[in-house]
């Protein structure tokens, strides 16, 4: 994770408060640094090969949104699960080549098919713009699966960071639309609450690459004002109701402004009786899921999360009734500060 870090400065990123948003949208990404680094040490930064990756269109809320496709199946004579994933990048920054390595880490890993969903970002399009496409990205999966060779029964949200936000605002919208449920939601280190006092905020003022800066820094860029922070679609962990989710895994980093509202909405979430299982992973960092070639504990991550979702493809009617919170005994390290 050091090496990465380490990698990720020297490849000239800054923290987002000195940027930008133009700025910020095409400086390095820590994923850019996880491939110098894989680079380095197996003289190869290629990607992980999938049969078939493509680009096409979903249906947003205000038109048509770009979206990238991941097919990893060699016999599509069989349809195949859907996972819809939504990228990270606090609303703000980031688009479907800045999580590629996720999206095939969860192809690979799960044998679904992935479609990627480029959401609108503010501040062009400000809350809930994101919110609003992410529904109608998944309404699009559920009437279109079959349409890329996918199983209309079998699709979950997965999504990193906002998107992670994304991914379960869309459940509990999929609920109340009473649309047909996902199978499985991923949410890796997502933004769950708009408390910015929590333990692992204060304990990450000067991690990278995110600390509480930079997160105010993408609200101020995302939001019309602060009434907005009271909204359930923003505040989970406060004002969200979580009955009647599907299961659902919980990824979080240690040293991550994140975590505890990762760790609490997994709380809430077996409070109100879902299948829930939260992981917090020691010694890394924000963005280390789909590093897994360079980053030990991001390949644990990664086999922890698709292991999940291809139980719950598999099984999606057997998955057990009560919900588990496991959490990696954590270890102070101060690798980012």
Do not use: C
């Amino acid at each position: 994770m050091v090496r990465v870090l380490t990698a990720y400065q020297q490849l000239g990123a800054k923290p987002v408060t000195e940027l930008t948003v133009a700025e910020a949208r095409t400086q390095p990404t820590p994923g850019q640094a996880a491939t110098a680094v894989q680079q380095q040490l197996t003289g190869s930064g290629a990607p992980t090969p999938i049969a078939k990756v493509y680009d096409t269109t979903v249906t947003g809320a205000a038109g048509p949104l770009p979206a990238r496709v991941y097919d990893p199946r060699t016999d599509t004579t069989r349809p195949a699960p859907v996972i819809v994933y939504f990228h990270g990048g606090g609303w703000v920054t980031g688009d479907l080549n800045t999580y590629d390595a996720s999206d095939r880490v969860l192809a690979t890993g799960t044998g679904a098919i992935v479609v990627s969903v480029q959401y609108r970002l503010g501040p062009e399009d400000r809350f809930p713009a994101a919110q609003d496409d992410a529904d109608k990205a998944y309404n699009w999966a559920v009437l279109n699966a079959s349409t890329i060779g996918g199983d209309p029964k079998r699709i979950a949200l997965a999504g990193e960071s906002a998107g992670g936000n994304l991914a379960i605002d869309t459940a509990i919208w999929a609920r109340d639309t009473h649309l047909p449920m996902p199978v499985a939601e991923l949410l890796v280190y997502p933004v769950a609450g708009t408390d910015l006092t929590t333990p692992s905020y204060m304990e990450t003022t000067n991690a990278i690459p995110l600390n509480k800066a930079a997160i105010e820094w993408y609200v101020q860029h995302f939001t019309n004002g602060p009434s907005d922070l009271t909204d359930k679609r923003l505040n989970v962990v406060g004002e969200a109701d979580l009955h009647g989710l599907p299961p659902t895994t919980i990824v979080s980093a240690e040293i991550d402004p994140l975590r505890s509202e990762g760790e609490a909405l997994a709380a809430k979430m077996q409070a109100a009786g879902v299948d829930v299982q939260q992981r917090t992973f020691p010694g890394v960092t924000h963005e280390f899921f789909g590093m897994g070639a360079v980053v030990a504990q991001a390949k644990t991550a990664e086999d922890f999360a698709t292991g999940r979702l291809k139980t719950a493809f598999v099984l999606p009617a057997a998955m057990p009734a009560q919900p588990v919170v496991v959490k990696h005994h954590r270890h102070r390290h101060h690798v980012a500060s």
